[in-house]
């Protein structure tokens, strides 16, 4: 089992920056790939960025080069530094982790956090 706790969200003025955090517990050393999505209202969630546990990424077009995420495997951390934001940035964004042990493929999530882009 995987518990994730996002934080970091809140309200940023355009072209500012914010830095999200999550933070894994329990079995974190199965943890394969960590991922940052987000969902606006009226609209389905959306991949942001991922990273393996060997630091590869991927980003979303509408998000390279503002944001970047990276992670701390030995403290199951995952950042989201988020620069040059947008009023169209604004979404719940969630942690995601997969653990694959075996044979067996778990998919976790968080219970979100905010973000609002807005003068």
């Known amino acids: 089992q995987v518990q994730l706790v996002e934080s970091g969200g809140g309200l940023a003025q355009p072209g500012g920056s914010l830095r999200l955090s999550c933070a894994a517990s329990?079995?974190?050393?199965?943890?394969?790939?960590m991922g940052w999505y987000r969902q606006a209202p009226g609209k389905e969630r959306e991949l942001v960025a991922s990273?393996?546990?060997?630091?590869?990424?991927n980003y979303a077009d509408s998000v390279k080069g503002r944001f970047t995420v990276s992670r701390d495997n030995a403290k199951g951390t995952m950042y989201l530094q988020m620069n040059s934001l947008k009023p169209e940035d604004t979404a719940v964004y969630y942690c995601?982790?997969?653990?694959?042990?075996?044979?067996?493929?778990?998919?976790?999530w968080g219970q979100g956090t905010q973000v609002t882009v807005s003068p």
């Open positions: 329990g079995s974190i050393s199965n943890i394969n790939s």
């Open positions: 995601h982790a997969i653990v694959i042990k075996a044979v067996f493929r778990t998919s976790y």
């Open positions: 990273i393996t546990s060997g630091g590869s990424t």
